[in-house]
């Protein structure tokens, strides 16, 4: 089992940049797919991005593709999300989460989420 804690969120203009930072915790996290969602008010949950085991492979939902980057560091058991030209449509509250394989990540189904951490951009 992993624990995830999200942090770095915030308030930034629109077209600014901002990282924020998943923790994790669990002898499994190197060997588990590890993915960013958001929510934002009034919305479902949404897949943003996923990146294998490694590191070598990512997925991005089309929204975000060319403007975020997610990597991940497992001698520090963390994943990242580098979100880069930033839209008000990207306000959203995010969440990590952590799975078998990348197709069990953008499927979404997860039993348990963590505290997620608020971005906000301002036009």
């Known amino acids: 089992q992993v624990q995830l804690v999200e942090s770095g969120g915030g308030l930034v203009q629109a077209g600014g940049s901002l990282r924020i930072s998943c923790a994790a915790s669990?002898?499994?996290?190197?060997?588990?797919?590890m993915g960013w969602f958001r929510q934002a008010p009034g919305k479902e949950r949404e897949f943003v991005a996923v990146?294998?085991?490694?590191?070598?492979?990512?997925r991005y939902a089309d929204s975000v593709k060319g403007r975020f980057t997610i990597s991940r560091d497992n001698a520090k058991n963390t994943v990242y999300l580098q979100m880069n030209s930033l839209k008000p449509e990207d306000t959203a509250v995010y969440y990590c989460?952590?799975?078998?394989?990348?197709?069990?990540?953008?499927?979404?189904?997860?039993?348990?989420w963590g505290q997620g951490t608020q971005v906000t951009v301002s036009s």
């Open positions: 989460n952590a799975g078998a394989s990348i197709a069990t990540i953008i499927a979404g189904n997860f039993d348990s």
């Open positions: 669990g002898r499994t996290f190197s060997r588990s797919a």
């Open positions: 990146v294998g085991w490694s590191g070598g492979l990512t």
